[in-house]
């Protein structure tokens, strides 16, 4: 097993999170995306405003490494057209994977019926362009009955409405990495947490993301079923060594 080939390589701090300018960030992801052409990463994740140049760059040297961003990143909490909107923007700047950030706050406070329709609106859009796309469903957020519920209800819509063919090509995910939780709280993937969403999401595909720093924890997630790693430690991982999750 090539660890790479599973390997979302994700940089999406903001300017100011980096604590850089908007052209120091910018050199910081030409780094990111010529590194995952260089190790021939599964994909390179950037935030939306980076996805053309990501795509540009990839497509410049010929490299089978597939682009993704996010969507309605980090809090998930705008209203469906705007995560049209955004998604439609990402689809025609060249992006291959959507991450679509569910409105987990919504679901935990109104239920499942609340959050279906941008399940499929959001899935549709993506599924009609040939795109991947992925539900992050913050798991730090939530309870283990939240994570049933939520990954069985991913998996509903898109066993209701789309073909077999397609479930494939929705993930449900578990983390945006930039939740805020209390001290000492992982704010990320964690064993038990993906366990429940591979047992719930199931035939649909899952991907640990937030927190995963070490080949072995890579390893691990993947021979329990897990079809992608988002990190911003890949380099690290596909190595053998510890991240520290940044550039
Ligand atoms: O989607 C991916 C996450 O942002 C990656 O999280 P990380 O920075 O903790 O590796």
Not at 12 to 34: F, P
Not at 38 to 47: A, G, S
Not at 170 to 182: D, I, L, R
Request: glycine share 8%; aromatic share 6%.
């Amino acid at each position: 097993m090539d660890i790479r080939h599973y390997l979302d390589s994700t940089y999406l701090k903001t300017a100011a999170q980096a604590g850089l300018t908007e052209a120091e960030n910018r050199e910081v992801v030409k780094k990111v995306v010529q590194e995952a052409i260089d190790e021939n990463f599964r994909l390179v994740m950037v935030r939306p405003d980076m996805a053309a140049m990501a795509k540009e760059m990839i497509v410049a040297a010929g490299s089978a490494v597939t682009v993704g961003t996010v969507i309605d990143f980090p809090q998930g909490n705008n209203p469906l057209e705007s995560k049209l909107a955004e998604a439609e923007a990402a689809i025609s700047d060249g992006a291959d994977d959507l991450d679509f950030v569910l409105d987990y706050e919504k679901f935990k406070s109104e239920g499942g019926n609340a959050i279906k329709k941008q399940v499929l609106e959001c899935t549709r859009v993506g599924l009609a362009h040939g795109k991947i796309v992925k539900w992050i469903i913050e798991v730090a957020a939530l309870n283990e009955h939240e994570i049933v519920q939520l990954s069985a209800l991913i998996k509903n819509v898109v066993l209701t409405h789309f073909e077999e063919s397609d479930y494939s090509r929705v993930f449900v995910k578990s983390s945006t990495g930039f939740y805020k939780t209390e001290e000492g709280k992982p704010n990320g993937a964690t064993l038990p947490a993906i366990k429940l969403m591979l047992e719930n999401a199931f035939p649909l595909a899952v991907k640990a993301a937030g927190g995963v720093r070490t080949y072995d924890e890579a390893v691990e997630m993947i021979s329990l079923g897990v079809k992608r790693i988002g990190t911003s430690s890949a380099k690290a991982i596909a190595e053998g060594e510890e991240g520290s999750g940044g550039y």
